[in-house]
Every structure is written in structure tokens, then in C-alpha cells.
């Protein structure tokens, strides 16, 4: 979050020419007027000799009528021509450098400037725009050694110092920066900005505590210094101390109730964290202060969306693209909308109208796979995503998608061609190689498909998904019990509450007959997902294990009759076990 030390290496390159700008401005003195009859002309522009006087000047006022015709390239070239008739003059290449920098030809104005600093080597207003050019065209070092100069001739350079300090900075030259700070202590900057400046350092340097120390110490200086305010809430919000960052938000608020961008951050705030309700009345305050805060709308729209309130969800994004008619997001969550009211035509009708230049264009193609999957069109579920590959094979998560959608579709060839041509652009994508592993899996290459898992984990140790999966998959296997378990449990530290996850653990201790922690376990699963067909028969399994059969018939008939399980003729069977052992005993 840029604050006061965004220096102009955080600006786009149009700002940075404005920053030139501003600095060549104030190099440049008043052209003299040249004087009548036998006066002599003083005018900087004159040199001795008559005639070539009075060719500079006239070339002057020419450049100079072109400049108010806006005729830049024209007036270029004429003072060009002045600078051959008089090299040594700095103010026509100032006049020279202002003009070649809105043209946008800065390493010709660089090289004017590289004179006029060799001819006045201590002018600082020239080594500023020295130090300002070479920072537009990326040359930090010799942006930076320009500005040393600067300070080391007049140390009462205030605006290069903090310069200074961002450069020193963005280099992790943090002890440098700090020495700037401490110099800063001689001049008229307040107390509370060299503390802010000494905050930002040192959160740069990634000493929270301390940075967080120095912010505070900033506000007691000054409590009104939003910069501080919005740094330290950022801090907060990124280090995941969100009360924290909620009071402050409310501190600023009770300075600044009208401020929508601190009242906007306060919502997303709690948007992140799910509390929908604090959200929405944060994002209506904005709305009914400014009824054309289009975020603030959208963000409305998508909690109405996953509260269930489809409809309403709906006209807000209506009316948002009434106003803006190519508002990507609105159309995408219109398109969302109509989904989940099971308008489906009219949702893909809205997914159709993002274009490839939409930052929702490939999660677009993967609703519209899945709506015609749901419509059982696959040939058309298929194509989308195949077409979309071709337009943007750098997008993984497309193979990803495509590669689970054969699969479902047990068409484990296309699933493994797809996964694979996606791991040539993406050899480093975890998600790919996992539902690689998957597949492999399903196409009874049990081996390989163990060895990618144990690839993923290796690169990615929090990998919930390949943990459970190698876990759940030695369990199933009888084998390396307590190192499945151990790998189910970093599992379910990394997603808490997951059900499937804590299913694979009551699983292990099921294969380890330790039924009555397998119970427990999976009871704790069937609270996260109740309604899981595998689950649920794990439930009977671990109560036919433990004799319990009527609890055991009595869960493998919900699965039965309510959960759709993919082989219901296995459960059949072992019920059918549970009612001939009762007979037989």
C-alpha cells in the first residue's frame, strides 16, 4: 500500500515523466527580452558574434511558435539547430529536454542532460533531472548516485532524501535508509513522519513486531495521520490479527465516517472472513453515501449469491450493467446467478457474452463445461474446454478441469493425454500432477500413481489433498498403518473441517482395529458431511466390526435409501452377511 515514501519507481512511466517534468520546470529561468537601438542583448541565448545572435534567436521564436501549435517535433528540431549555434548553453537544453521528454524520447533527453551536468557538475537542479531521467529508463544505480550527489552538495535536499529512502529500500539496502531517516531528524519534517518513514523500513525489512511498535509510536505522535492508520491495519490484516485490524478500521472510521476507501476495506475485511452480515452493512453504508460505488454493489450482489438469495443477487448485477453494460464481473455473477435460480440458458447465454480478454474469460469456460456436463452434453462440455486450451494453453487449471471432466466420464485415455500435455506447459503444477495420480490410479497403475502423490508432497508439504490421498490409499491397502496416519493427520491440519479427511483417518484406525477411535472419527466426519454415501457405509462397516449389527443394518439402509451410493449391490451383500450371521447364532 503505497504511502508517503512511493517514490517514482512505484509510478507508471507517465508519472515519472511528470515528476521529470516538474523537476525540469524549476531549472528553467525567464528567457531575457532582447533590447532595442545600441543596447546590447544580455539574453542567455545571444552569443557574441551578430549574425549568429540573431539566427539563435529567431530559431528560438520559431520553436517557440511551433510549441504554441503544438507542433512538438517541430520545435524540436529548431532548438536542436540552437544548440549547434550555442552548445554551452543549459537553459535552450533544458527547454531542449522538456520538449524530448513528452515526445516520449528519453535517452535523447538523457544524453542533453549528461552535458549540462559535465558543464555545471554541481548544479543540483540538473542532477535531479539527471537522477529523475535515469529512474525512468530503469537505471536505479546511477538514478540513486545522481541523488547522492544532490544531498552531498545541499544536504537540505528534504524531497531527494526520502528518494533516498526508497531506493535504499526497494534494494534491501535497509541500514542505508535508516541513516536517511536519522539525517531526516535535522530538518522541519514532523516527528511523526520520520517515525512513519522508520515503520515503513522496518516492515519492508520484515520485523513486524517492530514495525508494528514503530507505527504505534507514529499514531500517539500523531493520531490523525491516515498513512499510519491504513500501514498498520494492512499489517493486521496480512499477519492474520483481524480483530486487530477491525478495531483499527473503526478507529479511522470515528475520524473519518465518510471515507468509503476505509469503510470498503473494512468490509472486505469481514467479507473475507465470511461474516456476510457485518459486510453487507458495511457495503450498503457505501452504496447509500455514493449509489454509484460499483464495487461496492458487486461485493453486495456476491454475498446475496452465497446466502442463497439468488434473485436478489440477480437484480444487482442487472442494474449494474444497466449503467456499465461491459462489466465483466457483473455479467459473470449475473451468469452465476441465473445458475443457481436453474435458468440455465440464460446463464449461458451470460457466461457467452465475456470475451478471451476477460479476466473471468477461463472461469467463464469452466461453468459453461459444467452446465452443459449438467445438461448432458458432453460432446459440448468437452469442445469448450478443448477450444479454450487452444486459445490459452498457459491456463492450467483449463487441463485440470478437462482432464477430471473425461475422467468423470471414464474416459481415462483423453483424462491422462490431457493431464499430461498440460504438464509440458505446467511441469511444476501440483494440482495437475495430482489428478495425473488419480487417473493413474483408476487405470489400476496403483504404483505410479503412489509415486506422483509422494512427488507432490516432496515439492509440496502441505499438500492436503496428496496426503490424504497417499494415506487413505496405504490404509485401503493394509499397509504403512502409522505412516498413514500420520499423513492423514497433517492432512486435516491443513482443512480442519474437512469430512472426507477425517473419514480417511477413522478409516486407519478402522484397518488397525481400533474400532471404538474409528467410531469416534467417523462420526466427527459425519458431522462436517453428513450425507456422504462412503462415509455412511463406513459408519456400518465399523459397527459390523464391532458386533453392533443393527446399528450396522440400520446405516448401510440410509445408503440405500437416501445417498444414491455408486454400488449398492456390495452393501446388499454385506447385509445380507449381518441377517445370516444373526440367524446362524
Known amino acids: 500500500m503505497p504511502g508517503k515514501l512511493t517514490s517514482v519507481l512505484n509510478l507508471p512511466f507517465f508519472l515519472v515523466v511528470i515528476v521529470l517534468l516538474f523537476f525540469a520546470y524549476s531549472c528553467v529561468a525567464p528567457v531575457e527580452p532582447v533590447k532595442t537601438g545600441s543596447e546590447s542583448a544580455p539574453g542567455k541565448l545571444l552569443p557574441s558574434t551578430t549574425s549568429k545572435r540573431a539566427e539563435s534567436y529567431s530559431l528560438y521564436l520559431e520553436a517557440e511558435q511551433y510549441l504554441h501549435e503544438n507542433r512538438i517535433s517541430n520545435a524540436i528540431k529548431k532548438l536542436e539547430k540552437v544548440r549547434e549555434i550555442v552548445p554551452e548553453d543549459n537553459f535552450v537544453a533544458s527547454e531542449l529536454v522538456l520538449l524530448l521528454l513528452r515526445q516520449g524520447e528519453t535517452d535523447k533527453a538523457l544524453k542533453e542532460v549528461e552535458k549540462m551536468v559535465q558543464r555545471e ?3 543540483t537542479k540538473y542532477l535531479l533531472l539527471l537522477g529523475g531521467i535515469y529512474s525512468a529508463l530503469g537505471k536505479t544505480d546511477q538514478a540513486i548516485s545522481s541523488y547522492e550527489k544532490v544531498v552531498s552538495i545541499d544536504p537540505s535536499q528534504e524531497k531527494v532524501l526520502l528518494l533516498l529512502i526508497t531506493y535504499y529500500t526497494k534494494g534491501k539496502q535497509y541500514d542505508k535508509a535508516l541513516q536517511v531517516v536519522d539525517k531526516l531528524s535535522t530538518h522541519k519534517i514532523g516527528k511523526d513522519l520520520i517515525s512513519y518513514y522508520r515503520a515503513r523500513i522496518l516492515l519492508e525489512m520484515g520485523k513486524i513486531p517492530d514495525a508494528i511498535a514503530a507505527y504505534k509510536k507514529t499514531l500517539r505522535i500523531n493520531p490523525n495521520l491516515k498513512e499510519a492508520y491504513q500501514d498498520l491495519a494492512y499489517v493486521y490484516e496480512t499477519k492474520g490479527f483481524t480483530t486487530k485490524a477491525e478495531k483499527l478500521f473503526r478507529r479511522m472510521l470515528s475520524k473519518r465516517p465518510n471515507d468509503l476507501n476505509i469503510r470498503m476495506r473494512l468490509g472486505n475485511l469481514y467479507f473475507r472472513e465470511e461474516k456476510y452480515d457485518e459486510a453487507l452493512k458495511e457495503y450498503r453504508k457505501i452504496v447509500k453515501q455514493a449509489p454509484s460505488h460499483t464495487n461496492a454493489k458487486l461485493k453486495i450482489g456476491v454475498i446475496l449469491l452465497r446466502q442463497a438469495k439468488a434473485k436478489s443477487a440477480m437484480e444487482i448485477f442487472q442494474s449494474i450493467l444497466k449503467a456499465e453494460p461491459d462489466n465483466d464481473f457483473a455479467t459473470y455473477y449475473l ?6 435460480m436453474g435458468q440455465i440458458d440464460k446463464a449461458i447465454e451470460a457466461f457467452n457474452r465475456l470475451s478471451g480478454e476477460s479476466a473471468l474469460w477461463d472461469e467463464s469456460r469452466l461453468r459453461l463445461s459444467i452446465l452443459f456436463r449438467d445438461k448432458k452434453n458432453m460432446k459440448e462440455a468437452f469442445r469448450i474446454l478443448e477450444d479454450a486450451i487452444a486459445k490459452k494453453p498457459q ?5 485440470v478441469y478437462l482432464g477430471a471432466l473425461y475422467e468423470d466420464d471414464n474416459k481415462l485415455d483423453k483424462a491422462e493425454d490431457f493431464l499430461r500435455k498440460g504438464l509440458k506447459y505446467h511441469p511444476d503444477n501440483t494440482e495437475l500432477l495430482f489428478r495425473l495420480g488419480i487417473v493413474l490410479d483408476k487405470r489400476k497403475e496403483k504404483e505410479e500413481s503412489l509415486k506422483i502423490m509422494k512427488e507432490i508432497i516432496e515439492r509440496d508439504p502441505h499438500h492436503a489433498d496428496a496426503l490424504n490421498y497417499l494415506g487413505y490409499s496405504y490404509a485401503e491397502m493394509g499397509i504403512k498403518l502409522e505412516e498413514a496416519k500420520s499423513l492423514i493427520e497433517r492432512a486435516l491440519k491443513e482443512r480442519p473441517e ?5 473419514d480417511s483417518l477413522a478409516w486407519v484406525y478402522y484397518k488397525m482395529k481400533k474400532y471404538g ?15 456422504d454415501p462412503i462415509i455412511n457405509e463406513h459408519l456400518g462397516d465399523i459397527y459390523k466390526a464391532m458386533g453392533q449389527w443393527k446399528k450396522a443394518i440400520k446405516a448401510y439402509k440410509r445408503v440405500l435409501r437416501k445417498l444414491k451410493p455408486k454400488n449398492p449391490d456390495s452393501i446388499k451383500v454385506k447385509i445380507d ?7 446362524s447364532n
Open 395 to 399: 491456463l492450467a487449471i483449463l487441463y
Open 517 to 531: 477411535i474409528a467410531l469416534r472419527e467417523v462420526k466427527k466426519a459425519l458431522k462436517k458431511t453428513p450425507n
Open 498 to 502: 474437512n469430512g472426507y479427511i477425517q
Open 121 to 123: 557538475p554541481k548544479n
Open 577 to 583: 452377511e449381518i441377517e445370516k450371521h444373526v440367524k
Open 335 to 340: 451468469g452465476a446467478s441465473y445458475e443457481k
